[in-house]
């Protein structure tokens, strides 16, 4: 049984060998019919050519105005277009006239300037100012670009002027490699340092802590990773705990509350406007005022009459409306108050009583 497969398997592995060695006999007639150039294109054409079937367009210098901070990034800008676009120029002239037509402001158009009036010159016809496009870069080296640069990078260095504060990692780190780059700083160690004492405290003590996997000190591509994690950790890590932070005041019970305090809360103030008008005390104006109408007289509502009210109504009492010991007592009193007016003489008194008493 054994014998079996041993036989199936050397067959099938004779199988594969074979369909290998025609492969490869087919490969080399294939590449034996391929012709050979004998002028090899060169690396910058090939990039050229790649460019152009990709449809890439790379990009243009900005304009320069002499500025000397931005002098380096100019000229850095146009050596990589004409690296990447070299069928572009004719000749090396053509890559330095091409260069100054982008001088176009300030000290650098001057300059500009100074270079075709030169060429311009009787004693100068038919010569050029600068032979080629590395005597163009050595000069607009020398007049456009700082000539202590690397002390200037230094002096940030040994200040506290380049440190992170508000920054981004990224943005730290973008900014400490040029300045290391323009010191030319090549002790590891001292990199390590500079870049530890400039970076945000809280990830310098993070990463300086961590349990295990420390960078070295000798390894500052090791440090500029490690603070690049933590900053992104950090920023992970805060963006969780906001979505999950709940306010201790709801903010739209907070704003009902000033709502119903400002606007309904009336101001008070006396009828009679007897605040003083002083410019710490206004008066509100009644606007109002000349819209009220004047208040009608009152009357008595007993007899309709006006100019006195019901206690002090003449006719005091309705008739229609006293019931009989009502009406019996004011007509004692009414007779009463007739009596006191006009009394009767006493003698007719005592005859009418005597008489009376006869019969």
């Not at 025609?22 to 090939?46: G, R, V, Y």
Request: glycine share 4%; charged share 25%.
């Amino acid at each position: 049984m054994e014998g079996k497969r041993l036989a199936t398997l050397e067959q099938a592995l004779a199988e594969l060998q074979a369909k290998d060695a025609n492969t490869q006999h087919k490969s080399d007639i294939l590449i034996s019919h391929i012709p050979q150039s004998e002028n090899p294109i060169p690396s910058t054409q090939i990039t050229s050519v790649t460019l152009k079937a990709h449809g890439l367009k790379p990009a243009l210098p900005s304009e320069f105005d002499g500025d000397c901070t931005k002098g380096m990034v100019f000229l850095i800008s146009c050596q990589v277009y004409i690296r990447l676009c070299p069928n572009s120029f004719t000749d090396k002239q053509a890559k330095i006239v091409w260069a100054m037509s982008y001088m176009k402001a300030g000290q650098a158009a001057k300059w500009s300037a100074c270079v075709f009036r030169w060429e311009e010159q009787l004693e100068n016809v038919g010569y050029h100012k600068f032979v080629d496009w590395e005597d163009f870069r050595d000069e607009f080296k020398r007049e456009f670009c700082p000539v202590y640069a690397d002390s200037v990078a230094i002096n940030q260095l040994e200040s506290t002027a380049y440190f992170q504060k508000s920054c981004s990692v990224d943005e730290y780190l973008n900014e400490f490699q040029d300045l290391i780059m323009e010191a030319g700083y090549s002790n590891l160690k001292t990199i390590v340092v500079k870049f530890r004492r400039g970076l945000d405290t809280q990830i310098q003590n993070a990463i300086a802590t961590m349990p295990s996997g420390c960078p070295s000190d000798m390894v500052p591509t090791d440090w500029y990773t490690a603070a690049r994690t933590i900053d992104q950790n950090r920023a992970t890590n805060e963006a969780f705990r906001s979505s999950y932070r709940t306010p201790s005041v709801a903010p739209t019970q907070t704003r009902l509350s000033t709502f119903n305090t400002v606007q309904f809360q009336a101001p008070e103030r006396s009828a009679n406007h007897q605040h003083a008008l002083t410019p710490g005390n206004p008066v509100p104006m009644d606007i109002d005022a000349s819209q009220k109408t004047q208040p009608l007289p009152f009357s008595c509502y007993r007899c309709r009459k006006a100019g006195h009210k019901a206690p002090d109504c003449p006719t005091r009492f309705d008739i229609r409306e006293l019931s009989i010991d009502d009406l019996q007592t004011y007509l004692e009193d009414h007779l009463a108050e007739l009596d006191a007016k006009h009394p009767e003489p006493a003698a007719e008194v005592e005859e009418q009583d005597f008489s009376h008493c006869n019969k």
